[in-house]
């Protein structure tokens, strides 16, 4: 098996290509160890020094390491044994399901669903190439504020802010009149 590692415009974040499914059709974001119990892999990761987020995509695993902890090129070596070692095994990615998306209850009105639209078509896609996502958070219809969640590699990278503003905001903007502004929730 042959991992390929990709650098994320997010110093602290690098992105493993296994070279196959990892979480397909969704995306998994563990913050902590205790979070990462649901997944043997994950937790093992957290299990590493310096480890500090885990997250899972349709076919790439991004691990954030602390700002202050060993340079990727201490932890790249025990990373790719540790992701090896789990897809070699053919273990299942998560022991149990996790809860789901809290605002997928609720049934979205028009403005909505073009917005989640839009985030699924064109900025996800994009997004995840640099190993991360940006999640759906609310949208207040009264002052056009759309709030959304910047997870794996994306989460604390210092451009996130740029990419908010300069990318997401102005395509929000465009395509979705409704949106004045685009904030992220921490």
């Not at 451009?159 to 395509?175: D, F, N, P």
């Amino acid at each position: 098996m042959f991992i390929q590692t990709e650098p994320t415009p997010n110093p602290n974040a690098l992105k493993f290509l296994p070279g196959r499914e990892v979480a397909p059709g969704t995306s998994i974001e563990y913050r902590t160890i205790e979070e990462a119990a649901a997944s043997a892999l994950a937790e093992a990761l957290f299990e590493l020094e310096g480890v500090d987020g885990v997250m899972f995509g349709e076919d790439y695993i991004s691990v954030t390491r602390h700002e202050r902890g060993p340079s990727w090129s201490d932890m790249k070596a025990p990373i790719l044994s540790v992701i090896m070692d789990h897809f070699v095994s053919g273990a299942p990615l998560l022991r149990y399901e996790t809860a789901g998306d809290t605002h997928a209850a609720q049934e979205d009105d028009e403005i909505t669903l073009e917005i989640k639209n839009l985030l699924d078509s064109r900025i996800r896609p994009a997004v995840a190439q640099d190993g991360g996502d940006i999640l759906f958070d609310s949208f207040d219809h009264e002052t056009g504020i759309l709030r959304l969640r910047m997870r794996g590699a994306c989460s604390g990278c210092p451009s996130s802010a740029a990419t908010l503003k300069s990318g997401v905001e102005q395509m929000m903007r465009h395509y979705v009149p409704e949106v004045t502004a685009v904030e992220q929730v921490i």
